[in-house]
């Protein structure tokens, strides 16, 4: 994994410049730390930042498809492509010649013999800027489920553009603005694909080509989601997901360094974790695999079940690292260590964005940060709840009849809209057209299947929102915390294969003996302990301990008796009103609960200040 970042300019020489663009790169250090690299010409500055996974000696970049030749198109690249192998064979029969073992000479030789249509034969997690000297051509690219993110902010002659906001922002011709549509982006709970937050920036869409040159911006798909008739029975559906899973974490596992696993005891992760444990023992590996969770200090003593949380994780990550053979270790967090101000203002920075999901996203920080201590690349369960129908908003029909994005639903009756509402941020930022525009906007993309109608049409519909929309969300999340750390994360789930079989699998079939993820549960039985397996799905955990929530309380009282800038956003009595409701009268829900509201305005605050971020309304 790594971190890129670069300017073209059409209307003046940029080799003058190559310091603004080394100024822009190493903001992403922690991306890449062992390797920093500019590449310069005319028009165009490219640079890299380095995490050496695959070809430690070889693979550095940026990388030229023809060494020593002024125009032989140039790409700087971050992640991993899984099928490199097999291109690389494809292309030596084609007659190129290699002179490295990397993905990322692949992924050039593959533009050389096939263009810009080489994306849609990528299969893997990528963001990659690819500069063409012959045309005077960007190429920015992004991976089909959006695992990488990838920024670009036009310029008056032409384009910025980096791996996180923060790169773009260093650059004197980027402005850190943000207008009324950016705000209701970060308190809406909605994550428009294509938004950036920051006026004037854009993230590029999964699966999407952003080309520019002298004739502009133009942006083309490569894939999407389409809607296909299932044929397959139940037998053969469990058995070929079974089959995707196998081969897809044997792909993932393909590094030139350590690899491990995030474990929580849940279905998803312990599958990743089962399988890849198989997979390197039948590849006989002697070594055990390592399977990494998070725990918070005295929560089995203090948890209390409720609508998200029905057991604490870690008995079930224990269970499954014995049964599997993996070498486990708990990292174990207490309320000081995510209120530590330092790790605070690393997550912030990580972010680039006020933090969205309160105490999980300084645990989940820590909990890569023990990581890296360790291995530099982990595979993790996440996204199989938005594909296999794993949250309790599926099968909730309430949430699923209704007319909002069905997360919305928890975060109704946990009380954070409620939050939002009673202190005026919903009203001031007109929050109900807002998610009301953009939840048609996002039906309008469904893909239908004729004759598809009632339960199944919706539940394809549900599917659909949660895959293009919440997974973004969650992945973004997994994938600032990890990179923050120099830690790569893998998301099986995400393989465009799998995802394709899996939506276009009936509602029936997902749920086929009427619980949540009925067909992954299927495909691990025999895998996985059955305590593991029919236990019911918990989200990542968060503290229960009233320390934390005192503290944020704390911290809130403080931002109404300063000039904080969310002054500007709220009314400070209706503020003071929910800090007067008992304590732990908010911990129940999680992120979706009035506490996240009081710590979004925390971090707003300190997003603004730090950022130097100007609020235009």
Not at 213 to 218: P, Q, S, V
Request: some cysteine; hydrophobic content about 40%.
């Amino acid at each position: 994994m790594c971190g890129l970042a670069g300017w073209v300019s059409l209307g003046r020489d940029l080799t003058w410049h190559t310091g603004i663009a080394s100024e822009m790169t190493r903001t992403l250090e922690c991306r890449g730390p062992d390797a920093h690299g500019v590449w310069a010409s005319e028009h165009a500055l490219l640079g890299h930042q380095r995490l050496s996974i695959i070809d430690l000696e070889g693979g550095a970049q940026p990388m030229s498809a023809v060494p020593d030749v002024p125009d032989a198109p140039v790409v700087v690249y971050t992640g991993e492509i899984y099928n490199f192998r097999e291109l690389r064979g494809e292309l030596e029969r084609l007659g190129h010649r290699f002179r490295t073992v990397s993905d990322t000479e692949v992924l050039l030789h593959a533009y050389l013999e096939w263009g810009e249509d080489f994306a849609a034969r990528l299969n893997g997690m990528y963001a990659f800027a690819l500069w063409d000297p012959r045309t005077e051509q960007l190429l920015l690219v992004r991976d089909r489920m959006g695992v990488k993110p990838l920024y670009y902010y036009e310029t008056d002659d032409g384009i910025l553009f980096g791996s996180e906001p923060k790169a773009i922002l260093c650059h004197p011709e980027a402005e850190a603005v943000v207008d009324a549509d950016g705000l209701r982006e970060i308190f809406s709970i909605v994550r428009t694909p294509g938004h950036a937050v920051f006026r004037g920036m854009r993230e590029v869409r999964p699966a999407t080509v952003v080309r520019f040159d002298a004739g502009g911006l133009t942006e083309r798909e490569y894939w999407r989601l389409t809607a296909r008739p299932h044929t397959d029975d139940l037998p053969t559906t469990i058995r070929h997901v079974r089959e995707l899973l196998e081969d897809i974490v044997e792909r993932q596992l393909v590094a030139d360094v350590t690899v491990g696993t995030l474990l929580s005891g849940g279905l998803d992760s312990s599958a990743v974790t089962a399988l890849a444990a198989r997979a390197l023992a039948a590849q006989g590996d002697p070594k055990p695999l390592r399977a990494f969770s998070v725990d918070f200090t005295g929560h089995d003593e203090r948890f209390e079940s409720n609508v998200q949380w029905e057991d604490p994780d870690t008995p079930f990550a224990i269970e499954v690292a014995r049964h599997v053979g993996a070498e486990h270790v708990v990292v174990e967090l207490d309320s000081e260590d995510v209120l530590d101000p330092q790790v605070r203002a690393a997550v912030l920075r990580a972010q680039d964005l006020p933090v969205s999901t309160g105490d999980m996203e300084y645990s989940l920080y820590l909990l890569c940060r023990a990581l890296k201590e360790r291995m530099t690349v982990a595979l993790s369960g996440e996204a199989a709840d938005e594909l296999f129908g794993g949250y309790t908003w599926f099968h909730d029909p309430e949430a699923v009849e209704g007319d909002t994005f069905p997360w919305h639903h928890p975060f109704e009756k946990a009380g954070g809209i409620g939050a939002l509402r009673e202190v005026g941020l919903w009203d001031r930022l007109g929050l109900d057209a807002y998610v009301k525009h953009r939840y048609a906007e996002a039906l309008a993309e469904v893909p239908r299947l004729a004759g598809e109608s009632g339960l199944e049409a919706r539940m394809r519909e549900v599917g659909y929102l949660n895959i293009t929309r919440w997974e973004n969300f969650l992945l973004d999340r997994k994938d600032r915390m990890s990179m923050a750390v120099s830690l790569e994360v893998r998301v099986p789930f995400t393989d465009h294969r799998l995802v394709e079989y899996v939506f276009n699998t009936p509602w029936a079939m997902k749920n086929h003996d009427g619980r949540e993820k009925s067909l992954l549960r299927s495909a691990m039985r025999g895998i996985l302990p059955d305590s593991v397996l029919d236990r019911k799905k918990n989200p990542y955990p968060s503290t229960q301990d009233e320390t934390y929530e005192i503290a944020v309380r704390a911290m809130v009282e403080d931002l109404l008796t300063g000039d904080s800038p969310v002054l500007r956003l709220v009314t400070p009595d209706a503020v003071r009103r929910l800090l007067d409701r008992p304590v732990g009268a908010y911990a129940m829900g999680g992120p979706w609960s009035a506490r996240a509201v009081l710590e979004r305005l925390i971090e707003f605050d300190a997003w603004v200040t730090r950022y130097g971020v100007r609020v235009e309304l």
